[in-house]
């Protein structure tokens, strides 16, 4: 049977419907997510290979992969994702054609998981390398998650559940022309991210409580991160926009994500700050009084007006 070529008008007769619909059944899982910078820093001696990683927790006797499951009230289950794909010509003022890509929920998913995960920095001997057509994987671990000599673990996550409101987010990308204003717009809204209890526990990692042994535990900065929509209200996403822009006189381009107004009201709180070990003591310091949280630092009703963030380099 020949392949013939059709338009978006001939699909959209055979199909009975305008653009494709795509639905998407699977849950995201990875060992070792990593930013590999080939050149380092452009002065100063630093030009050697290094990498940003994402991976499971370091110290465990068993490595355990980073997870994104769907959520059905507290219970996992399957990512479900809808995305609904058409093309349109456009017209000359917004520099024509484009591909529209609209992302949404399933109905029976009601939040996202991430299971906990640890960011680090990787010398070039635990990167994977891929030289002309070979590819040599490697890892940042030992046995278990024991890490090797060139990495440094920063930031240790304890697990995120973000909850959706009943208005579930949403997401609009285009490609070639965007006369939305950015490649990708958000809507919706969510009801928290880490709203159970006293928040999701991150850390600054400095070190560990035997020193550069990252099987005893991790010794840095921590605190329960909690952000929760203002008096019982859904924080509302509409308005918010991503995209890659291009580059500007001195500026090279790179990606960009803001609010060209002012956000709904939201609650954020940084329960249990702690720095250094919890319960520490020395004698004739501080009276040989314990270590313990300095307590709980939050804002009410807060709010952000033009969000703009700029990522670029590497």
Not at 66 to 95: H, P, R, W
Not at 187 to 215: F, H, K, P, Q, R
Not at 260 to 266: E, G, I, P, R
Not at 274 to 303: E, Y
Request: glycine share 14%; proline share 3%.
């Amino acid at each position: 049977m020949a392949m013939q070529p059709m338009d978006d008008q001939s699909l959209s007769a055979t199909t009975g419907q305008d653009g494709l619909t795509i639905g998407v059944q699977s849950n995201v899982q990875f060992n070792q997510l990593a930013i590999i910078d080939n050149d380092g820093l452009p002065s100063g001696g630093y030009t050697g290979r290094a990498g940003l990683v994402i991976a499971g927790v370091a110290g465990q006797a068993v490595a355990s992969p980073v997870k994104v499951t769907g959520l059905n009230g507290s219970t996992e289950t399957t990512f479900g994702l809808k995305a609904t794909i058409d093309t349109d010509k456009g017209n000359v003022s917004a520099k024509g054609a484009l591909a529209n890509i609209g992302l949404t929920f399933d109905n029976s998913i009601t939040g996202l998981r991430i299971s906990p995960f640890s960011i680090y920095t990787a010398g070039s001997s635990s990167l994977s390398n891929l030289n002309g057509s070979s590819y040599t994987r490697n890892s940042i671990f030992t046995a278990g998650t024991l890490l090797k000599s060139d990495v440094k673990e920063l930031l240790r996550v304890g697990g995120i559940d973000i909850v959706f409101a009943a208005n579930k987010p949403s997401m609009n990308i285009q490609l070639g022309a965007a006369p939305q204003g950015h490649m990708i717009m958000f809507d919706g809204a969510i009801e928290s991210i880490c709203g159970s209890g006293n928040g999701c526990n991150i850390m600054l990692v400095s070190d560990y409580a035997t020193s550069g042994n990252s099987a005893t535990p991790a010794v840095g900065a921590s605190f329960n991160f909690k952000l929760t929509g203002n008096n019982g209200n859904p924080f509302g996403l509409k308005g918010f926009y991503a995209g890659v822009y291009g580059p500007e006189g001195t500026d090279k381009g790179g990606l960009i994500f803001g609010n060209a107004s002012t956000t709904d009201k939201f609650d954020l709180q940084l329960n249990n700050v702690l720095l250094g070990s919890n319960a520490a003591q020395q004698s004739g310091v501080f009276n040989n009084l314990p270590n313990a949280s300095i307590g709980n630092i939050g804002m009410t009703g807060a709010s952000i007006t033009n969000l703009k963030m700029k990522v670029s380099g590497m």
